[in-house]
């Protein structure tokens, strides 16, 4: 293993993103060449609340988007297709964040902290979402078609909903809600 990171993403939340580079245990018994070393597929997990979801990293080509947008009414529209990474935050009220996550191996991490806010993701493939809304009166809509996907949504605070949809086999869905 080369690296082991692990960064919380908000203070009060129990979401954090831990990077672990190189294939795990076994991996750090092994010598790799250079080409090897660039070849091996890196992890990640998002830990939510006691559940750990692994998030397959990207290959060569593909695509990482990080937006933080802080503020009220802000409105976030998103659509990865094919292996494609992920990381969102709004910080404030009112703020929608709407994504689409087509094909396989897409991750998504969605923060949203204050009061108001709303989420709705649908995902066709196996992807994989790790949704936290902390504040009152928020709504998580996710929507699973195909199979493979794995969701955990958490949510903080009084008044929220949280719907989810399934079509499709082979789906694993966490969801936390707490006061």
């Known amino acids: 293993m080369r690296d082991f990171r692990k ?9 954090a993103l831990v990077s ?7 991996a750090a018994q092994t ?13 990640e997990y998002a830990v939510i609340g006691r559940e750990t ?12 988007a990080s937006v933080t947008q802080t503020g009220q009414s802000n409105a976030l529209n998103l659509e990865q297709q094919g292996r494609s990474v992920a990381m969102t ?3 404030g009220s009112s703020n929608t964040a709407s994504a689409t996550l087509r094909g396989d191996q897409n991750a998504l991490s969605l923060i949203q902290t204050g009061t108001g806010n709303t989420s709705s993701i649908t995902t066709i493939g196996s992807n994989t979402v790790g949704v936290q809304q902390i504040g009152d009166n928020n709504r998580s809509d996710i929507k699973l078609f195909g199979q493979g996907a794995t969701v955990t949504s958490q949510q903080i605070g009084s008044g929220m909903s949280n719907a989810i949809t ?6 694993a869905v966490s969801v936390v809600q707490s006061r």
Do not use: D, W
């Open 53 to 64: 979801i692994p998030i397959p990293l990207l290959s060569i080509g593909g695509n990482q």
């Open 166 to 171: 399934q079509g499709g086999v082979g789906k």
């Open 20 to 26: 672990l580079f190189g294939a795990g245990p076994a």
């Open 7 to 15: 960064a919380t993403l908000q203070g009060r939340a129990a979401l």
């Open 31 to 43: 010598v790799l060449t250079p080409e090897a070393q660039m070849a091996a597929p890196a992890q």
């Open 89 to 91: 935050q709004q910080l």
